[in-house]
Every structure is written in structure tokens, then in C-alpha cells.
């Protein structure tokens, strides 16, 4: 599963129709809506599809032909995003109707085609399920292990000075059974 970080747009244009495709990550999207919907007061249809994980790691689907015929732009446009793995991202597509009837073909084709384009623009970045631990060592053993941290990519979330040094650290599963043979056996976690 891909998601992204920030904002992608693109315009695809189908016989003097204009698709302007908006692609974000999921928490920015009724926000987004809301400013296009102000941006775009002349947008004949505001087609939208998001995908998301919730708190149980369920993924949550959803789309809206808003007026558009029936199948026609909702569900290829989540189609594409599910297709291509994408996951907490959401994509709003406002159409101009350039005054050619595109029939339904015609429409799945140009909602398909302009997600695929503005998901060719985007970044991506691969999900992982992240966890934390609690990393406790001496002061003096700190410097060898954030360079160790370091070398395998993995991100120090925080780091507590008491009489001892606790470093939080995030990183999936399998990264952790990975570092694990690498901690220097006085490097205490939790």
C-alpha cells in the first residue's frame, strides 16, 4: 500500500470537457472540497473517491458521482486508487462540461484517465503499521546508538535525560525483529 504526503492537481481535457483532478491525503480532504467548491463556483460536478485505513486497519472506501449518470465517475475514479494501492488518500475531480455529451463510456474513460494522470504527478511513499519502543542506555553508549539508529533508517520520536537516557523510537514490526540482533546487549528496551 502507497499513500502521499501532499497536494497533486491536474487538468485532463475530453472533447472541451475539463476534468480538474485534485489528489491529497485523506485528513486534508473536506477541506480541499470546501476550497474548491469556493474556488470553482462554475463546476458542473465535484466527483470525489477516498480511500483510508481506520483504527482497526480496515480500509474504508467511498465515492459520489455527484449528478454525473450512475457508475459513471465515483466508482472508476476509486477504481484507480484502489488499483494502483493507494491508501489515506482521497481524490476530487471538478468537471466543466464542454458542452459534448460523452456518454457513459465516454465518462468512466475521462474519470479513469484523469486520476491515473494526476496519480502519475504524486510522490509516493510505502505504509508500514508503525510501532514505538523505549530504548534505555548510559550516556556514554548514546553517540554509537543513534548512529546505529541512523545507519538502519530508523526515526527517534524522542529522547528523555534522567540518570539514564531513554530514546522512543518508531518503526514496523519487522524493522524492530531486524534491529533487535543489532542492540548492543547493554542497551536495555521496552
Request: charged residues 30%; proline residues 3%; contains cysteine.
Amino acid at each position: 500500500m502507497k499513500f502521499i504526503q501532499e497536494e497533486y492537481e491536474n487538468t485532463y481535457e475530453e472533447k472541451k470537457s475539463k476534468f480538474i483532478a485534485h489528489l491529497m491525503p485523506y485528513e486534508k480532504f473536506h477541506e480541499v472540497m470546501n476550497k474548491l467548491k469556493e474556488k470553482h463556483p462554475k463546476g458542473r460536478h465535484f466527483v470525489y473517491a477516498y480511500r483510508y485505513l481506520n483504527e482497526f486497519d480496515q480500509v474504508v472506501e467511498n465515492s459520489s458521482d455527484d449528478g454525473e449518470p450512475k457508475g459513471t465517475s465515483g466508482k472508476p475514479s476509486l477504481a484507480v486508487l484502489a488499483g494502483s494501492g493507494m491508501i489515506n488518500t482521497g481524490v476530487i475531480i471538478v468537471r466543466y462540461f464542454g458542452g459534448i455529451k460523452l456518454g457513459t463510456g465516454g465518462l468512466v474513460r475521462a474519470y479513469g484517465d484523469s486520476v491515473n494522470e494526476v496519480l502519475s504527478k504524486a510522490t509516493f511513499f510505502e505504509y508500514k503499521k508503525l510501532m514505538t519502543k523505549k530504548l534505555i542506555c548510559e550516556y556514554s553508549e548514546l553517540s554509537k546508538l543513534e548512529y546505529l539508529l541512523k545507519q538502519e533508517s530508523i526515526n527517534i520520536r524522542s529522547k528523555e535525560f534522567t540518570s539514564e537516557i531513554t530514546l522512543e523510537i518508531e518503526l514496523s514490526q519487522n524493522e524492530w525483529e531486524i534491529f533487535l540482533p543489532l542492540l548492543p546487549r547493554n542497551i536495555n528496551y521496552n
